[in-house]
């Protein structure tokens, strides 16, 4: 496991963006895939966006797509999920999650590690 620490999150403006960071301890960060999942109140956590260990692939959900951007800095041992254009039901806990030589994979389940979350609240 690896401890994952993040930030960034607020309340903001429809059309407004956020810089969500999930910083890893260890010296071990460029070894594990990185997702970001969501929760909203009253209903199940869902996949947001991946990246495998390499940086090769990415994913994200149909409702992010053209909007939010994955990225990775490992000698920061950091990943961010860029959110642009968001819209009222982005609105939830945002968490990140590590799996080790993981291939960015959208099932919450292969994670090992998760962070604490973090609120993105998104008004109209």
């Known amino acids: 496991q690896v401890q994952l620490v993040v930030s960034g999150g607020g309340l903001v403006q429809a059309g407004d963006s956020l810089r969500l960071s999930c910083a890893a301890s260890?010296?071990?960060?460029?070894?594990?895939?990185m997702g970001w999942f969501r929760q909203a109140p009253g209903e199940e956590r869902e996949f947001v966006a991946a990246?495998?260990?390499?940086?090769?692939?990415?994913r994200y959900a149909d409702s992010v797509k053209g909007r939010f951007t994955i990225s990775r800095d490992n000698a920061k041992n950091t990943v961010y999920l860029q959110m642009n254009s968001l819209k009222p039901e982005d609105t939830a806990v945002y968490y990140c999650?590590?799996?080790?030589?993981?291939?960015?994979?959208?099932?919450?389940?292969?994670?090992?590690?998760w962070g604490q979350g973090t609120q993105v609240t998104v008004s109209s």
């Open positions: 260890g010296r071990t960060f460029s070894s594990y895939a």
């Open positions: 999650a590590a799996e080790r030589y993981g291939l960015a994979s959208p099932g919450s389940l292969k994670y090992d590690s």
């Open positions: 990246i495998s260990w390499s940086g090769h692939i990415k």
